[in-house]
Structure formats: C-alpha cells, structure tokens
C-alpha cells in the first residue's frame, strides 16, 4: 500500500490548492450581427442570431 513518507508541508498543500489550477474564461466571440460578447457556438443573448439567421424573435429596444 502507498502510504507517505513525510508530511506534506502548508506551503506544498497550498500551493496545489492555489488558483493556478483552475480553469481560463472560456473563449468570447464578437456577434458578427450587433457586437455584443457571447459564448462561441452559441444564439447572440442580445439580437438573437445564430449563423446569420434570427433564431429567437427579440424585439428592438
């Protein structure tokens, strides 16, 4: 069985526990219809297209 040799210091733990491990900001794509920042792959939460055709019916403000 795998048992440690030593203890395993606070500075170690912690640093295995840091923030560098996480996950980046997934990848934000401008909608070629308003501008608006969206989710690549996915309907524009503002204007509502999808691959140039209107998916959702929003209205104009």
């Not at 295995?16 to 996915?42: I, Q, T, Y």
Request: charged share 35%.
């Amino acid at each position: 069985m795998a048992v440690p040799k030593r203890k395993v210091s606070k500075a170690r733990r912690d640093k295995r526990r840091s923030n560098v491990w996480k996950l980046d900001m997934p990848g934000m794509v401008k909608c070629p219809n308003c501008g608006e920042f969206n989710l690549a792959h996915r309907v524009c939460s503002a204007c509502g297209t999808y691959k140039g055709k209107q998916i959702i019916a929003k209205e104009e403000a």
